[in-house]
């Protein structure tokens, strides 16, 4: 596990190419003699228990199972958690036996797009410089509210969010503004050490298909932008967004990364998260659709009294083929 700078790190601007490190070091990663990285991810074990033992515990849990890896989550750290406490809970965990090779994911709500429209550059390197401070490998945001200059809504899309969004698309200063947010969120990302994902949510709003198809298809068309970042595909979270997931698999498979793992069961007319072989559809299949060994992560509940052995019995499931 590598050592993270101190706090005070200003946003990452080390080196023109450690945007491209990145993404090498993560996919050098995502195969472990041939076979898929397991992730498990904070939320697995219950927020309430996380809350109460505290991620590092949890860190070890998964660690003593025989993880890869471990997603830790912004949103279940205290509210008093500052840098420094990343900086100990990576000087922690490093100096745990079996650390070597264990690596971390960072996770945040933060949206990568805010509410006008346009990438953040504050909100990102923000959140590259949270991920830093654990060490972490990769930094995982949501897509948040994405819209591009010219972009076709498709037909199915909620009336008020096309006249909203249909003014300002209209605006050359506008578009304007979206690139040059874009050329200098790019440029952070191409200097970052961490690799950046946008997930899909389990909203509509930055939860399509087709949000994730346009911005891809923005990014191809510029070649400052091309893989400044790249996508981490949940296959249940579509169901919440009303999305097909084969459908998406089949079409944003060449820009997923890294794959969230879990099932989806209907219960009292709500979706409710379990595990992978306990859900309805074929995720095996999704999997397979996408680019082979990717790290899989682990997002559904992991219950039980010794967490150690449940986890053990999670990895084997989703690491199975």
């Known amino acids: 596990m590598t050592h993270p700078p101190s706090s005070s790190s200003p946003p990452p601007t080390a080196s023109a190419t450690a945007g491209t490190d990145a993404a090498k070091r993560f996919r050098s990663f995502t195969a472990r003699e041939g076979r898929a990285a ?14 109460e033992r505290g991620q590092l515990a949890a860190a070890q849990w998964a660690m003593a199972a ?6 830790v989550r912004a949103e ?4 008093e958690w500052r840098d420094r406490d990343a900086t100990a809970f990576a000087g922690a965990l490093a100096a745990m036996p079996g650390s ?46 994405f ?4 972009r076709q809504q498709p037909a199915d899309s909620d009336a008020r969010a096309v006249a909203a969004a249909s003014g300002r698309r209209a605006s ?11 050329d200098a969120v790019a440029d952070v990302l191409r200097r970052a050490p961490v690799r950046v994902f946008v997930e899909n949510g389990q909203s509509a709003v930055g ?3 087709a949000d994730f198809e346009a911005l891809f298809a923005s990014l191809r068309a510029n070649e400052a932008w091309r893989g400044a970042f790249g996508m981490t ?17 089949a079409s944003l498979a060449r820009h997923v990364e890294y794959v969230h793992c879990k099932g989806v069961q209907i219960r009292d007319d709500r979706y409710h998260a379990v595990a992978p072989d306990e859900g309805i559809g074929p995720w095996r299949d999704w999997v397979a659709a996408l680019p082979p060994a990717l790290p899989r992560g682990l997002e559904f509940p992991i219950v039980g009294a010794d967490p150690v052995a449940a986890t053990r019995d999670a990895l084997r499931a989703v690491l199975r083929d």
């Not at 397991?38 to 809350?51: L, M």
């Not at 819209?147 to 010219?150: F, S």
């Open 38 to 51: 397991g992730i498990v991810v904070a939320s697995a074990y219950g927020a309430d228990r996380v809350r």
């Open 66 to 71: 025989g993880a890869d890896g471990f997603e």
């Open 76 to 79: 279940l750290l205290p509210p």
């Open 100 to 145: 070597v090779g264990f690596a971390l994911v960072y996770s945040t709500p933060a949206e990568f797009f805010g509410e006008d429209g346009l990438p953040s550059v504050a909100t990102v390197g923000r959140a590259l410089r949270e991920a830093q401070a654990f060490g972490a490998i990769a930094l995982k945001l949501q897509l948040g509210p």
């Open 147 to 150: 819209d591009a200059p010219g």
């Open 172 to 182: 050359a200063t506008w578009a304007a503004h979206w690139s040059s947010a874009m």
């Open 207 to 209: 939860g399509s298909r």
């Open 233 to 249: 595909l949940d296959i249940g979270n579509w169901y919440w967004a009303g999305d097909d997931t084969a459908s998406a698999c």
